[in-house]
């Protein structure tokens, strides 16, 4: 079973909102940094948003900079992605993704998919528009 699971994916119209849930499993020790990336057929994985665990600093892509909103639930081991006014463009399959290295990391380094060593499989959002 993934470490990572994904959940709240589906078909939206544009302008619409979603949120998505990334339960992570109790197998994993600690995790220091989680992160929402987007993939969709025939280009490269893309980070959306990215949260430190231990400090709540929140990382976001310009695409979805004022849209999106990353948070986490440390007791309950949840990681949320709320999307709001969703555009056709954030059509793709969404990745929840964990980093078990403390390692200091800031800024784009927390959206580059190298970073992180846990991921989920996905799960698909449609805007329609």
């Known amino acids: 079973q993934s470490p990572l699971v994904e959940s709240g994916g589906g078909s939206v119209q544009a302008g619409g909102s979603l949120r998505l849930t990334c339960k992570v499993s109790p197998s994993i020790n600690r995790i220091w940094y989680m992160a929402w990336f987007r993939q969709v057929p025939g280009r490269e994985r893309e980070g959306v948003a990215a949260i430190s665990i231990s400090i709540r600093n929140t990382y976001y892509a310009d695409a979805v900079n004022g849209r999106f909103t990353i948070s986490q639930d440390k007791v309950e081991n949840v990681l949320w992605l709320q999307m709001e006014s969703l555009e056709p463009g954030d059509t793709a399959m969404y990745y929840c993704?964990?980093?078990?290295?403390?390692?200091?990391?800031?800024?784009?380094?927390?959206?580059?998919?190298?970073?992180?060593?846990?991921w989920g499989q996905g799960t698909q959002v449609t805007v329609s528009s």
């Open positions: 993704a964990g980093r078990s290295s403390p390692t200091f990391i800031a800024g784009t380094n927390t959206l580059n998919e190298r970073e992180y060593n846990y």
